[in-house]
C-alpha cells in the first residue's frame, strides 16, 4: 500500500525555485520518485499556482499537476480551518494553510508534505492541529519537508 500524500503549494513552487538551489534539488529528486506514493493536492494550490505572475512559470507549475489527484475544497474543509482559526492553530490570515491542512485531513492522507516551516513544518503547530482532529474525531496528520521522506 502507498503512503497517500498532499502537497501544499510550497512543494510545487519549489521544484522552479532558483533562489533556494538545495531546496529545489530535494524537491526535483522527491518528484523523481513521485510515483511510489499516491499524491494529490487541491483547487486551493491550483488556484495559488494561477496567481503565479510569470506566464512561462506559471504555465510549468500548473503542469506539475498533471497524474496528481485534485480535490475540489469543499464547505467542510473550510469550515475545518475556521475551528484551526478559533482554536488558535492559525491566524485568519494564514486560513490557506489551515485549508490545505483540512484538505489533507479530510481526503484521509497520511502526510502533509510542506517546504513551510513558519506555517506548517513545526512539532508546536503539528500538536496543535493534532488535537483539534483529536477533539473532532478525526485523524491525526503527520506534516514534514520533502527530504524526511
Not at 87 to 94: C, E, H, P
Not at 100 to 124: C, E, G, M, P, Y
Amino acid at each position: 500500500m502507498k503512503l497517500k500524500l498532499y502537497l501544499d503549494t510550497s512543494v510545487f513552487s519549489a521544484y522552479l525555485d532558483d533562489r533556494a538551489p538545495d531546496r529545489r534539488a530535494q524537491t526535483v529528486e522527491f518528484w523523481e520518485r513521485l510515483t511510489v506514493f499516491d499524491a494529490c493536492t487541491s483547487e486551493l494550490a491550483r488556484e495559488e499556482l494561477e496567481n503565479t505572475p510569470t506566464a512561462d512559470r506559471r504555465k510549468r507549475l500548473l503542469r506539475l499537476l498533471d497524474g496528481l489527484t485534485v480535490h475540489p475544497i469543499t464547505l467542510e474543509m473550510r469550515e475545518l480551518s475556521e475551528r484551526y482559526v478559533q482554536a488558535g492553530v492559525f491566524t485568519a490570515i494564514m486560513m490557506n494553510d489551515g485549508v490545505h491542512v483540512a484538505a489533507a485531513v479530510l481526503t484521509r492522507q497520511d502526510i502533509l508534505l510542506s517546504w513551510n516551516f513558519k506555517h506548517l513544518v513545526n512539532r508546536v503547530r503539528r500538536a496543535k492541529i493534532n488535537q483539534v482532529n483529536v477533539s473532532q474525531g478525526l485523524p491525526t496528520i503527520e506534516i514534514i519537508a520533502p527530504p524526511e521522506i
